[in-house]
């Protein structure tokens, strides 16, 4: 691989100099520019790898320069330095399109970490890999990945937005897979599922003594992360105590474990998720409007299963062919003309994750060669296109209405069955006599 080239504008001498030297003992051979136009002719001139703009210049400011290059000269990934302490300054550049920041007076060993994860975009395909666990081919799924790739070059924090089971968290996990953190660790957390006395250790660790019950240090979430991605689902579930710290470790890029006198800096990237509408929570006070600016620097949404019936076909094939492997079968069942009609016509509240139930069930009701639609047994909802006649029996109607509700508050708990009847409030018998009831699977 040839050296790598570093663009570097400011104008101020001093720092140029610095960040010259810092990149030059990586290895790097660097330009330097004093404005705006300097670094345009610099850039029409030769071609970089990386570049480096303060955010004030004498001519124009940082974000001027990310989106100059994002539309000409897309490849190259920028990072903007910023003043101390200018969190929306540092959010304006990410939501240009910059690569990542630094926040002034700049710490050297923040700056040689992001210089190498900026690199390692060098080492990627031009071109995206197939990747098996997004094979449908409807428009809305190939925008999807279209913008998991162009967020995947960026450090900017991301927030995922679709309906449980829509895969949110796979979603979250190939934009970490095609960025430079793919050698770092991935770590997922559902944030409704850590009781709120618990959730600062979790997230932040702890120091031996610092409570009754710690006997010793013990490394939060975030420092389990490092130099990855934390993916924070069902982040609307935080109680507002916990958002206050979480902005704050956000903002400062390092958090203090409990009983910890120093903080502990961070280098990981954000990906947050949830089934609800943040910004009407935010309307309603039960979310911290700064967060979710934080958070939502970059928004995707994985749209429901009923948005692209089209993909239905292809997707059961590949569950099926997973579902003979696990269970060893020489080959995958095959769905008949009217099963694969039935599949296609159903609604899917529970989305691709339901699709998946559904099939699996099918299997093994099946005779282990043909499904057909009775092995399915689907049952309630089709699309609104095709929804129930008008004057549907009344009780079959408030069935449909408890099985979804049932459903929802499952997923919601991951299929605590216990939490879920928390959130129902019934008793765990009550909800167990209702599952089966409603031959919920």
């Not at 330097?32 to 136009?37: G, H, K, P, R, Y």
């Not at 101390?84 to 300054?89: D, H, M, P, V």
């Not at 995922?160 to 970490?176: D, F, N, Q, T």
């Not at 079959?396 to 049932?406: G, H, K, Y």
């Amino acid at each position: 691989m040839t050296k790598a080239s570093a663009l570097i504008v400011d104008d101020e001498a001093d720092i140029r100099e610095l960040v010259e030297i810092t990149l030059a003992r990586m290895g790097l051979s660097t330009h330097a520019a004093a404005n705006l136009a300097e670094a345009r002719a610099l850039l029409a001139e030769r071609r970089f790898d990386f570049c480096i703009t303060d955010m004030r210049l004498p001519d124009g400011n940082g974000v001027a320069l990310v989106q100059y290059i994002q539309a000409e000269h897309s490849q190259v990934p920028v990072a903007v330095i910023t003043a101390y302490g200018s969190a929306q300054a540092a959010v304006e550049s990410l939501k240009a399109g910059a690569f990542d920041f630094v926040s002034k007076p700049i710490d050297l060993h923040v700056l040689r970490k992001l210089v190498d994860q900026a690199l390692k975009l060098r080492a990627r395909p031009a071109k995206p890999a197939v990747d098996d666990t997004l094979l449908d081919d409807s428009p809305a799924m190939l925008r999807l990945r279209e913008m998991i790739e162009r967020v995947a070059r960026s450090q900017a924090p991301v927030h995922i937005a679709g309906e449980s089971g829509s895969g949110k968290e796979r979603v979250a996990r190939l934009i970490h897979a095609r960025g430079p953190r793919a050698g770092g660790p991935f770590v997922p957390v559902n944030c409704g599922a850590i009781p709120n006395e618990l959730m600062e250790s979790e997230f932040f660790g702890h120091v031996k003594g610092s409570f009754t019950g710690a006997t010793r240090d013990k490394a939060g979430l975030f420092q389990a992360a490092e130099g990855g991605t934390l993916f924070l689902d069902e982040v609307a579930e935080l109680p507002l105590h916990m958002q206050v710290k979480l902005l704050r470790a956000l903002q400062e890029r390092a958090v203090r474990p409990v009983g910890a006198e120093k903080e502990v800096p961070l280098n990981v990237r954000i990906i947050s998720a949830t089934h609800k509408d943040l910004a009407a929570l935010v309307a309603a006070g039960a979310f911290r409007q700064d967060l979710y600016y934080r958070l939502n620097v970059i928004e995707v949404r994985t749209p429901a299963l009923r948005e692209h019936p089209e993909d239905i076909p292809l997707l059961a094939e590949a569950i099926l062919a997973r579902l003979a492997r696990e269970s060893g079968l020489a080959a995958p069942p095959q769905l008949d003309k009217a099963a694969l009609a039935r599949l296609r016509e159903f609604d899917y509240p529970g989305n691709v994750r339901e699709l998946e139930n559904v099939l699996e069930r099918a299997v093994a009701m099946s005779d282990g060669s043909r499904i057909g639609a009775d092995d399915l047994r689907l049952r309630g909802a089709t699309r609104p296109d095709e929804a129930r006649p008008a004057g549907a029996p009344l009780p079959r109607q408030l069935e449909d209405v408890e099985r979804q509700a049932i459903r929802e508050a499952l997923e919601k708990a991951r299929w605590n069955k216990t939490r879920a009847a928390d959130l129902l409030g019934m008793t765990f018998r009550q909800l167990r006599y209702k599952i089966k009831k409603l031959n919920i699977q």
